[in-house]
Each structure stands twice: as structure tokens, then as C-alpha cells.
Nanobody, 115 residues
Framework: QVQLVESGGGLVEAGGSLRLSCAAS????????MGWYRQAPGKQRDLVAT???????TYADSVKGRFTISRDNAKNTVYLEMNSLKPEDIAVYYC?????????WGQGTQVTVSS
């Protein structure tokens, strides 16, 4: 069973930066995609960014140019570098790992941006 543990959330002023990390406790074998989703209060959970184990990335339009996703396959860890943060980025950020057969989620980490 794979467990995902996120870290790096917190409070930052508008225009500031945060770096989220997500470490998988077990090996995620085969083709897979790891990524970040976020859920603001009263809203659905939305995709932020994903990256395959081959390095192909996707981003939500709202974060393009500000956020960068990366991963270290040897450490089974995915990162989200968030720059130029805005109040509309406030949400709980969830790490996700998806294979052909499984879909894993972390417990979430809160990101708060003060204006």
C-alpha cells in the first residue's frame, strides 16, 4: 500500500513563494502520473499540475508561468514550486499518484495567501 505524505504548506503574503513536497512511502511501479490538486472552501477539487514518470507535465491555466512541478523518481517524491502567489490560490493542496490500477491521495496541506 502506497502512502503519500505532503509537506510545505503554510501562510505567505501575496506575491510570495512556497514549495510543496510529496513523498510516497512505497514504490509506485510502472507508468504513472503524480500531481497536485487543490480544493478551496465550498468548491470542487481541481487539477493544479501533473507530471508523468517520463517527465511530461500539465498545468491548469490559472497557474501556468507561476507554478512548476517536478519529481525525483529515485525518491518517489513530487514537488510543486509556487511563485507569485495570489489570494485565489488559497486552498488545501492534495498530492495524487495514479497508475493503471490505483489512485492514491495524500491528506492535504493548507496554503493560505494574505493580501
Amino acid at each position: 500500500q502506497v502512502q503519500l505524505v505532503e509537506s510545505g504548506g503554510g501562510l505567505v503574503e501575496a506575491g510570495g513563494s512556497l514549495r510543496l513536497s510529496c513523498a510516497a512511502s512505497g514504490s509506485i511501479a510502472g507508468p504513472n502520473r503524480m500531481g497536485w490538486y487543490r480544493q478551496a472552501p465550498g468548491k470542487q477539487r481541481d487539477l493544479v499540475a501533473t507530471i508523468t514518470n517520463g517527465g511530461t507535465t500539465t498545468y491548469a491555466d490559472s497557474v501556468k508561468g507561476r507554478f512548476t512541478i517536478s519529481r525525483d523518481n529515485a525518491k518517489n517524491t513530487v514537488y510543486l514550486e509556487m511563485n507569485s502567489l495570489k489570494p485565489e490560490d488559497i486552498a488545501v493542496y492534495y498530492c495524487n499518484a495514479r497508475t493503471i490500477f490505483n489512485d492514491y491521495w495524500g491528506q492535504g496541506t493548507q496554503v493560505t495567501v494574505s493580501s
